[in-house]
């Protein structure tokens, strides 16, 4: 059997072992910590829940729902204009998604033609890279470093190259790096994107998990931006409806539309007791947001400060569900250091590696369990001595 040549491009690799070792360990009776899917933890609100039960009580919610319901575009159009300020024509600037993911995988299809150049951040969440790569394009990375606050700079990427290219993916709060972008970088970006004559892809999963008393905004509510980009939106992380694959894509007319046409060729719409509870969830009492915000914040510190109490220094990330951080010292290789740790405590990591040649040298953590699992992981790993370089 022969099969494509685009699956050259992806691989099973850490993930895959991973989870391997999981699957052992579990079956050993051994202790396992998960923190590295971000997979939130967290349910949904009681009205959310009910609003889905119900509406999947009614035999008549199972026909293919085909098209998003008129009352879902306006409950997320009225969602914008309260949380973000940003107007959005229902009809024709708002087109569900089957999750952030699914858009993420599929808008490359509607908008780039093979060989096409398309700049992705370096690192990046894998869908960011892998969309384009399904799509044939070609990709320039964009590098977030440290020494920048993980943001973007613009003015690195050659003329040639945004000359070439067709759309730009970009995401603050960012995953992995967990970094914010200040406004001028979002003036700076619609100048740039008018300039070459790019189309910008904005992901905006995290915008409601920012800490300190930190806000975040869209993207879409700048001058300029509706003319050159679309914004992805998530309620997997915010409202706890990961698993009901619920999220937007909003902005620029004509990049809405041709998503839509493709999206009707290839799916039947969002089933439609989801939509009754993605209507309840953006429209209903908003408490929870401010309740889930806070629960991260306080696993984030548990974690950040009991790891730099074991001498692994970890800055605390100002937004996302997630921590960035640099490897101990002692070890080289990032996968190492997730596999040894799941090896000798249980707790698993993503390494950095998995988002991209400059994810190297770092790990990322979820916060996907509770305190109680946290401080436990946090004993596991003191009395593996991992973190001793002399161990």
Same mark, same amino acid.
């Given at each position: ?12 690799? $850490?993930? =895959?072992? +991973?989870? %391997? ?9 051994? *202790? #396992?910590? !998960?923190? /590295? ?10 009205? $959310?829940? =009910?609003? +889905?039960? %119900? ?9 293919? *729902? #085909?098209? !998003?319901? /008129? ?321």
């Amino acid at each position: 059997m022969e099969f494509a040549k685009r699956m050259n491009h992806f691989s099973e690799g $850490i993930f =895959t072992r +991973l989870l %391997e070792i999981k699957r052992e360990r579990l079956e050993k009776g051994q *202790a #396992v910590i !998960d923190l /590295s899917v971000g997979t939130p933890n967290i349910p949904p609100a009681p009205h $959310i829940i =009910t609003a +889905l039960c %119900e509406a999947a009580a009614d035999p008549q919610n199972y026909i293919y *729902a #085909v098209n !998003d319901q /008129s009352e879902l575009l306006q409950a997320a159009s009225t969602w914008y204009k309260q949380r973000y300020n940003v107007d959005l024509d229902p009809k024709t600037q708002i087109c569900s998604l089957l999750g952030s993911q699914e858009g993420l995988a599929h808008i490359s299809l509607s908008i780039v033609d093979e060989g096409d150049l398309v700049l992705v951040p370096d690192p990046c969440y894998p869908v960011f890279a892998d969309g384009p790569l399904l799509a044939g394009a070609e990709l320039y990375y964009m590098p977030q470093q440290e020494e920048h606050g993980y943001v973007i700079q613009l003015e690195d990427i050659p003329a040639d190259i945004a000359a070439r290219a067709k759309f730009m993916l970009v995401s603050y709060p960012n995953n992995p790096t967990t970094a914010m972008a200040p406004e001028q970088f979002y003036v700076d970006l619609i100048a740039f994107a008018k300039k070459y004559n790019i189309i910008v892809l904005h992901d905006n999963a995290y915008s409601e998990l920012v800490f300190d008393g930190k806000t975040c905004g869209s993207f879409l509510s700048l001058p300029g931006a509706m003319d050159v980009g679309i914004e992805f939106n998530s309620l997997s992380k915010t409202y706890g409806l990961a698993g009901a694959r619920i999220g937007f894509c909003v902005g620029n007319a004509s990049v809405v539309s041709v998503l839509k046409k493709l999206k009707s060729n290839m799916d039947y719409g969002m089933f439609l007791p989801i939509q009754r509870a993605a209507i309840a969830a953006i429209t209903g009492d908003q408490s929870q947001v401010e309740q889930v915000r806070a629960i991260y914040e306080e696993r984030r510190d548990i974690l950040c400060e009991g790891f730099s109490r074991l001498g692994w220094h970890i800055a605390k990330p100002e937004a996302t569900m997630f921590i960035w951080t640099r490897i101990p010292a002692h070890y080289k290789s990032s996968e190492q250091f997730a596999t040894d740790l799941v090896n000798q405590t249980g707790v698993i990591v993503t390494p950095g590696s998995a988002f991209g040649p400059s994810g190297e040298g770092y790990v990322r953590l979820a916060l996907v369990q509770s305190q109680e699992q946290l401080e436990q992981a946090l004993q596991y790993v003191e009395a593996s001595g991992i973190l001793n370089p002399n161990n």
